[in-house]
């Protein structure tokens, strides 16, 4: 049997499918029943909005989207919190802006091994030839 303790309320629990106990389970259904029966009735809602009526947190509702449970397709104004900066988004983790600055990034960090690299066989070139050059003047 596998235990773990649960990382929503910290109670010991026997670990079978989910990574929480099965009274945050229910908890999480219960959350879960409450947004969706919101967004049923307030298409138009925006996260905070919901998150503010139901008392769900802004985190377990982006996780409902994630996880298929809440479709933000009929949802015009529904998205969730970019987890770089923080922006509204309707899809992926990142926004186009992070995901812009994220690939720039790599693309100066791939720059700068290519040209540390090549400095390195440049120095290593150059000590041989300075190793020649001595040896010719002796």
């Not at 998205?79 to 693309?107: A, F, H, V, W």
């Amino acid at each position: 049997m596998n235990l773990d303790n649960c990382p929503r309320c910290g109670k010991l629990f026997a670990k079978n499918f989910r990574d929480v106990c099965p009274v945050c389970i229910r908890e999480i259904d219960k959350e879960y029943e409450l947004c969706a029966n919101y967004l049923r009735e307030f298409k138009n809602s925006i996260i905070t909005e919901v998150s503010e009526a139901t008392g769900v947190t802004i985190k377990q509702i982006t996780k409902f989207i994630r996880e298929g449970r809440i479709s933000i397709v009929n949802a015009p104004n529904m998205g969730y919190p970019c987890e770089s900066c923080g922006t509204i988004i309707r899809e992926q983790n990142l926004c186009d802006s992070c995901r812009e600055r994220i690939e720039k990034d790599k693309r100066h960090m791939l720059e700068s091994l290519a040209k540390s690299e090549e400095l390195k066989r440049a120095s290593k070139t150059m000590v041989v030839y300075k190793g020649l050059d001595r040896y010719k003047e002796k």
